[in-house]
């Protein structure tokens, strides 16, 4: 039933935001220039990939260590610190911009481009103001400490020594 859940979360949440939310966008009055005689354009290609590569780690990670789905209303039952997330807090949302930056590209899309400027400001919100909390009243001084060591947005450097 996790894997279910996983799934569905998946198509829901980002499925809608780097899917459906920009077909949308491109589609409505032609605001995407997706013509083929744009070679640039293929530089789109290997950010779409890149980041749907590390969102669906990220999402493996979830429900096969934190037995939990990308869901704030089904979220992980331990916390998830390896993979991925032993260098930054978030890399998920990083996936999704990089996903929408790549599209941009693509399609040649001020309107995604737009779309993922909006994404950076409201994730960082949302982490900001919702889930780091949830995540101190869940996982308490096991969330501190890993936060204390591993960037919300960026990988903090760590010597050798530590």
């Not at 919702?130 to 101190?136: K, S």
């Amino acid at each position: 039933m996790l894997l279910l859940r996983s799934i569905f979360f998946t198509f829901l949440q980002p499925g809608t935001v780097t899917v459906l939310i920009p077909y949308w966008l491109i589609s409505s009055r032609g605001t995407g220039l997706a013509s083929s005689d744009q070679p640039l354009r293929y530089l789109g290609l290997p950010l779409i990939v890149i980041g749907a590569s590390v969102l669906l780690w990220c999402i493996w990670d979830f429900f096969s260590q934190g037995r939990g789905t990308i869901s704030p209303i089904d979220p992980p039952k331990h916390l998830v610190v390896r993979g991925l997330y032993q260098y930054v807090r978030n890399p998920m949302y990083i996936a999704v911009v990089t996903i929408l930056f790549g599209e941009a590209i693509f399609f040649m899309s001020v309107p995604i481009l737009i779309e993922a400027g909006v994404f950076i400001v409201l994730a960082n919100l949302f982490v900001m103001g919702y889930e780091e909390r949830a995540l101190r009243r869940q996982f308490g001084e096991s969330y501190e400490r890993y936060s204390e060591t591993v960037g919300r947005w960026i990988p903090r450097y760590r010597s050798r020594d530590n």
